[in-house]
């Protein structure tokens, strides 16, 4: 290789491990800044097929615990037919979480495999693995530049799962604002085809939180999306830990 | 004094109350009539309604009732609290029980749903939950009145339950199609009046889920025989799909009834819309004495099980549920379509198809065939 070439390909070896090491931060600040100790809101969900509703959806949210080491429990409180059905999820920082589903018609939990996690949450278009949190460690990131998304300006960073037996999607496109550090669009890949994105508008700080009020997930595949606004949220709001376990979703229905 | 009125404060936000139910009507049209019965169509009407009152986050308390209607005499007036009547009873309370839950330790007394086992076709561990077979082959729970005791958090918990009068299944009625034998002996005033008990413990690991459980009472089902269970489940996700296991020994003092081994294996998956559940159920008789009996567990036994389905999209889905019996001598396969309609209601069709020999338990329904339509408002 000659010495020309060779300087070329180390500056682009440093210039990415720079990149790397700055998308890194980059979420790493976002999680740090979105960061509390609990979390609870009531998810208003559309599902929209074209521009017809094709159902309404609605459910508690409740999150205990750090951001890729938390618990979650989402109970569904409308449509009537779902009522009391609920997941919890219970995030790990070095691997995917573990899910369970409370069904109330047969009395029974079941727990959701890791591979089974593509499939559409009860009908709308997110899927089981969407509704997870993923530790920044479990990633490698890459800028690949900037953007300029709802007027707003933004980075723009690619993020690859490290084991990629534990995600549907091969690789997540992110958009950051740089004013306040809020991912506003995640774009979801498997290898060049885009599955599903997720656009969240209406930032508002709530209690020193800059939280996105309004989610848009598409999939892409269906031609379909799901619109949640998110009410009543609150944060470090006083939750225990005998609430997310697999036994406490059947005492909680 | 103004801490007991925080405290009061503190309770009244507590306090919640939810309840939700469902109106559901259903036909069935038989097109063959049976060796005892001639109807070729049933109509059921069913008003279920359940609230859950929560005084302190601690405490619950959970209701429900049924009324019900139809138009084959299965429905009568009769109310029984351990659900011992030959009838559904056209007004029941369907559950009454108060749970109290602090850290590890929760308790339930009442009536109650008690559901053991991992596996979905067959659970041969899940002997707190009798069943409503007026219909064999579509089956409600019956609840149990019992006292549960659940100790443990994630990863380990502890059941341990109570019965102290036996709540039966409830069996096919005589001049009715899914009684296949002329007449049946009316084991009512033989039901045993002793207590039941059980226990389980459960491990969720990293990988693997398992369980093991030992229940002491008796059969719910005719002759409602002394019985001891040995039982254990377990479930495996592995890369592509998840394998789960369940298998019990029954072993009894009573004189005619076997002892046996009931296990089931099933391999399952969600890709996409579908989902699949196949395995296999099995049954192995260490000690055959029984002479006649009527067990739809053990009616499913040495058959091959599946059940898979397809979601169209947000608001329909179709499923398809079959068991075929290893010999042949019986199937049982059902197509349903489900459709929501707005909000609230949802129509249900179905295609069940029974083929095989009168001296196979599938077989012996082979003129149940049917097409069921089913109408639910839920609320």
């Known amino acids: ?132 949190e993923r530790d920044v460690e479990q990633f490698d990131f890459r800028i690949l530049g900037e953007d300029t998304l709802d007027n707003q300006s933004c980075w723009k960073i690619e993020a690859k799962p490290r084991q990629t037996k534990s995600s549907q999607y091969t690789h997540t496109l992110i958009w950051v604002r740089k004013d306040n550090y809020v991912p506003i669009k995640y774009e979801n890949y498997q290898k060049s085809r885009l599955v599903r994105s997720l656009h969240q508008t209406q930032v508002e700080k709530i209690q020193g939180i800059w939280t996105p009020r309004y989610m848009e997930m598409t999939d892409t595949r269906r031609n379909s999306r799901t619109i949640m606004k998110l009410e009543k949220l609150e944060y470090n709001v006083p939750l225990k830990e005998d609430q997310f376990t697999v036994q406490a979703l059947r005492r909680q229905e | 004094m103004k801490e007991s009125l925080f405290f009061l404060a503190t309770l009244a936000a507590a306090q919640s109350f939810e309840q939700k139910g469902f109106v559901e009507v259903n036909s069935m049209l038989y097109p063959q009539s049976a060796r005892n019965d001639s109807g070729h169509a049933v109509a059921e009407g069913l008003l279920r309604y359940e609230g859950f009152y929560r005084p302190h986050p601690a405490f619950r308390i959970a209701a429900g009732v049924d009324a019900r209607w139809d138009t084959h005499q299965q429905t009568a007036a009769d109310f029984n609290w351990w659900e011992r009547t030959t009838h559904r009873s056209a007004f029941d309370i369907r559950r009454l029980s108060a749970t109290y839950a602090q850290g590890k330790f929760s308790v339930e007394l009442g009536k109650q749903f ?151 294996i099933q391999l399952e998956r969600q890709a996409g819309e579908w989902f699949f559940v196949g395995g296999y159920a099995g049954e192995a008789v260490t000690n055959g004495r029984s002479i006649v009996d009527f067990a739809p567990d053990r009616g499913l036994a040495k058959a091959w099980l599946g059940r898979a389905g397809y979601t169209i999209d947000t608001n329909r889905s179709v499923a398809l549920e079959t068991a075929v019996r290893q010999n042949g001598h019986g199937l049982w396969t059902k197509l349903e379509y489900s459709q929501a309609l707005g909000q609230h209601l949802r129509a249900t069709a179905a295609i069940g198809l029974i083929r095989g020999r009168q001296d196979d338990f599938l077989g012996q329904y082979r003129r149940n065939s049917h097409a069921m339509v089913t109408l639910r408002y839920s609320f």
Request: net charge positive; glycine share 8%.
């Open chain 1, 1 to 132: 290789m000659n010495r020309p070439i060779l300087l070329a390909t180390l500056s682009a070896i440093c210039g990415f491990a720079q990149t790397s090491g700055d998308a890194r931060q980059i979420i790493a600040e976002s999680q740090k800044r979105a960061h509390s100790d609990s979390q609870r809101y009531q998810g208003d969900l559309q599902v929209l097929g074209g521009n017809r509703q094709i159902a309404r959806k609605h459910w508690i949210y409740e999150r205990l615990g750090d951001f890729g080491n938390s618990k979650a429990v989402l109970r569904f409180l409308a449509p009537p037919e779902v009522k009391g059905v609920a997941l919890l999820v219970i995030n790990h920082p070095d691997r995917a979480s573990d899910q369970w589903m409370w069904t109330p018609a047969i009395n029974r939990e079941r727990r959701i495999a890791l591979q089974d996690r593509s499939t559409r949450f009860f009908g709308t278009d997110f899927s089981f693995e969407d509704l997870e």
């Open chain 2, 114 to 264: 008690i559901r053991w086992g991992k596996a979905d076709l067959l659970n041969p561990t899940d002997r707190f939950a009798p069943r409503d077979y007026l219909n064999v082959l579509e089956t409600d729970f019956l609840a149990v009145t019992a006292a549960r005791v659940t100790y443990g958090m994630q990863s380990d918990t502890i059941d341990v339950v109570f019965e102290p009068r036996l709540t039966p299944s409830r069996i096919p009625l005589p001049r009715q199609r899914w009684l296949t034998v002329d007449s049946v002996p009316d084991l009512r005033p033989f039901l045993p009046g002793g207590p039941q008990a059980g226990a389980r413990w459960n491990h969720i690991g990293r990988g693997v889920e398992y369980s093991l459980s030992f229940y002491n009472g008796y059969n719910h089902l005719p002759p409602y025989a002394q019985m001891r269970m040995y039982g254990g489940d377990a479930a495996l996700p592995l890369r592509w799909l998840t394998i789960k296991g369940e298998a019990a020994y029954f072993a009894s003092k009573t004189r005619y009834e076997d002892e046996y081994v009931l296990y089931v």
